[in-house]
Structure formats: structure tokens, C-alpha cells
């Protein structure tokens, strides 16, 4: 039997990153596609609670595609998992996002909260994007090397606190130079905001930014796609701080006033 | 000079549990509250990108309480620390949200992620969440621990990658046992949909769950809360797992194709 591979993403049931993916991962595997009906871009880890969700059949070129939810990425594997699917995929896919998520944007991609949800199903899964923004770049090259990556996580056990966060070059096939095992890097966004007048003169602000690379790092994400590797990180969420515990033991009391009040 | 500190949230700018904050901590500080304009539960890490931001003075009660943004918390945290302040604030504290973020609920909750970004900016910051979704809860007992927890901040350098994540039971002051350093626990929700028809006989969805508790560490931030300590977590984000790249490291390879093209 074919594995069974959910697919989902944050630009949106049409964009083409998912489309390619669907299209190449079909040639080992049985897919479904659940996926956002309008783009989440930097929803990052969000569920949809106050509102309920609609699931419609949606189409492309005249046939049936997948399922178009109202929600987030979070929301269409959630509702893929628990309620759509009739058995347990082998593997979650999301992307291909148009844009790089690396280094701490990681926290704000709706791409890789998809491969985060899928995780914590105990499912095999991984996040792929692209280091480009533009929805009209070729993604033949892109969608190949994440058949690539999918055929390889296909034949390993994952921990099951781990997935996958894939960023490939948006270059052409010829000059992408391999494929590496990267950590997190440490670049960052300096934000700031553009204020304009509305037509009323009344004020707005647009998010805007401008991104540093880390420079210290060897074996990163960013570096890696910068070189034209695609970076294949390893994410797992540690999030508390044991080493810095200590440093933080003169908070801790224990109430005693209560015998005297 | 007192210290100036900025307050978030993520229940929205006229929630009971923001308005205590800021009562409280005036009493210590100068404030500025820079909050959602609504409630924007389990947004995550989001951020507002393609629509622009708008930010309205806010009164409560006849007075000036602070700017309500049309975003989420890490929009407000960000245009506050951008654009608004005129200073760098000593702070930055997000809450009290209803409700409690503990273990891996942690990436889905906006209270948290005003604080990552607090500390993203190089600033100390302390999420506050109370262990009650009632919003007629009293608020005077979790508001004076939360005050407690800011002033022992004060007098403490944070290391700059990691910000305080602190839950308070929902209980009156005497049943409180005091204060607890915590590792972030493993309790999970076991989600479910609930199906059902709309008026005109189509399907929708309610998202639902189950909460599942971590049985096998003795001090973690829900159980902690549970035996009615506050739980204070020192959070910090290592998202690569170093543990395990060497299991993934048949997936490197370095092209060779393009030189026989």
C-alpha cells in the first residue's frame, strides 16, 4: 500500500507551491490536501476557536483537489487528523511556502506550525519553503527536491519530538549544490513601521523590516540557503531554560502568612 | 526615575485582567498599555502583515488608559517598541490573560508571544496567565503576585534569550502556597471537532479538546499550579534538535549532477 501523506500550507489552497507538491508527491504516495482557502501568512501558531470552521471541496483545472478550510494551518491539520481522514497519514507535509522561514521566524510561520501540529499527532512531518516571495518563480526545481527529502523521511524513523524545517534556494537546479543538515541560525528582523495618512488624514502604520544574517554560525539555515544548499534542520521545541533556573530561585517563597491572617 | 513598563495582552485591551495589571503596577512604575483592540485568543505568534495597523487612544472609565492597536499581541508589542515609546522601556509584561498557558500550549498563546517579543527587542519580560477562562474571576489576588513577580524582576538581569512565563492558580489569596520555579510540562490537549449543521443544512465545525496532564515530572508549571503554587518559567527557545542531526544526515549530499549536465 501507497503511504498516506497530508498536505497543507499557509499561502492558501491555491497557491502554486502547493499545487507542485501535490502534484510531485502523488507519484509515491497517496495525498490529501487540506489547506487554507485564502493566505495565512504569519499567522504563525494559531488555532481558530472563536468561529466555526467550514470544510469545501475544492477544485483546480476542473477537479477535485482537496478540502479548503476557513482557518489556519494549524486548524486544517488539526481538523484533518482528528475528524477528516479515515486512517492515520505516515507522514505530514506543508509548503511549499513562497518565502524562507528560518533562524527565530520559524515562531511566526503558519508553514511550519502545520509540521509542528502534525508532531504532536506523533506523525513524520515536514515544513519545505522557498527563498522567494515571488508566485511566479519555476517550482519544478523547488517541488523536486522535496520529493527528494519526503522519499529519504520516508525510509527513517523520526523522534517523535522532531520534525523537519526544509528551505530551499530559489535558484535554478543546476546551480543548487546539494543538500545540508543545518541548525537554527541566530538572524533576526529589525522592524519598523511606515506611518501614512489614509484619505481621511487619518494615520495607519504598515509592518515593514529589514533582515540581519547571522554572521557567527558555520552550519545554519540561512547560510546554508545563501550558499544554494538546501537546509534541512531539525526542530524540536525546548523551551525551558534549566541552566537559568538557578538564577531565578529567589522568586520562590512559600506562603506562610496564612496561619496569622 | 521609575521604571517605565509596557503591558500587553491578548483578551483585548478592556479585559478585567489587563485593567488590574496596570492598576497594580503603577503603584511601582510608569506604564504605558499598548493592546489588542479585541480578544485574539490562541493567536499564537502572529503577526499583521497585509492589512495596516491602526492605533486609538482607549479610555476607561473617562480616563486615558492606553492604545488599542487592530493587531495581535506581537503587533502591539512591536509598534509600541518601534514607533510609540519615546523610551526603551525596563519591561515589558503581557497579561493577566484567563486562562492558563502552560506546557506546549505555550506556541499558541498570544500572552507569551507579547513577551518573546519583548525579549526579541533586548528587554525583560514576564507573560502572566491566570488559571480561570471566567472572566468574573477576582482578579486582586493573581494582580498582587503578579506585582511581586515584577518587583523581584526589577532587581535581576534576565539573560537576553529568555523571558519569564508565569501562571497563577485561580484561587483566593490564603489557598496560595507560594511561588514555584518550573520546567515547562508535557500535558497535552487531545483535540476533537464538534460537527454540526447550520440553519441551512450545511456543516460546521467547533474546535474542542481535552486536556491531558504530564504525570511523570514533579515540577512543572501545570502541576505546580495545580497544587495552588504560582508557577513562574524561565522559557528560552531552542528549536534545533543537535541531539539527533547525525539521524538525519543521509539526507546530505552535495551535487555532482550539474558538472555532466
Known sequence: MKPLILISNDDGINSPGIQYLALKLKRIAEIIVVAPDREQSAVGHSLTMNKPLRVIPFRKNGEFFGYAVNGTPADCVKIALTTLLDRKPDM?????????????????????????????????????????????????????????????????DFPSDTFLNVNIPAVDKKSIKGIKVTQVGSGYWKDFYVKRKDPFNRDYYWFSGEYYESENEINNDDIAVKNNFVSVTPIKYQLTNFEEMKLFAGFENENKQDNTD
Open 92 to 156: 505530514v507535509v506543508s509548503g511549499i511556502n513562497h518565502g524562507q522561514n528560518t533562524a527565530i521566524n520559524i515562531l511566526y510561520s503558519g508553514t511550519v506550525s502545520a509540521s509542528t501540529e502534525g508532531m504532536l499527532f506523533g506523525i513524520k512531518s515536514i515544513a519545505f519553503s522557498v527563498a522567494s516571495h515571488n508566485w511566479e518563480l519555476e517550482m519544478e526545481t523547488a517541488s523536486d527536491f522535496a520529493l527528494e527529502v519526503v522519499k529519504k523521511a520516508l525510509e527513517i
